[in-house]
Nanobody, 133 residues
Framework: EAALVESGGGSVQAGGSLKLSCVIS???????????LGWVRQAPDSERAGVAI???????SYADSVKGRFSISQDSAKNTLYLQMTNLKPEDNGMYLC????????????????????????WGQGTQVTVSS
């Protein structure tokens, strides 16, 4: 089973920046044909919402609300996923969880996972992001 551990959350003023990290362990890339990694936001009293997804071939998908402000990336050598967040807004408040989908056959499409978060099967505990005005 994969393990995902997030870090980098905190409290910032509107317009500020944060960079989140997620270290992923417990998997061997040779066992899989493809994967998608992503960031999901859980706001109080709200359903989980996909924020940004990246596939093994570095294709990405973003929620409309964060396009132009957030950037997802990965460092395969370090088994680490990142989310660079700039120009933060109060609407970005929430717990940010990283999640993974590993496939043994076929590709993983980032657009598909953004639309259907149930495709993720491994989740971290989350890191809190709070933006004040």
């Amino acid at each position: 089973e994969a393990a995902l551990v997030e870090s980098g959350g905190g409290s910032v003023q509107a317009g500020g920046s944060l960079k989140l990290s997620c270290v992923i362990s417990g998997y061997n890339w040779r066992e899989y044909s493809s994967y998608c990694l992503g960031w999901v936001r859980q706001a109080p009293d709200s359903e989980r919402a996909g924020v940004a997804i990246i596939a093994d071939d570095d294709t990405t998908s973003y929620a409309d609300s964060v396009k132009g402000r957030f950037s997802i990336s990965q460092d395969s050598a370090k088994n680490t996923l990142y989310l660079q967040m700039t120009n933060l807004k109060p609407e970005d408040n929430g717990m940010y969880l990283c999640a993974a989908r590993f496939r043994v056959e076929g590709p993983c499409y980032s657009d598909d996972v953004l639309e259907d978060l149930t495709l993720f099967h491994a989740w971290g505990q989350g890191t809190q992001v709070t933006v004040s005005s």
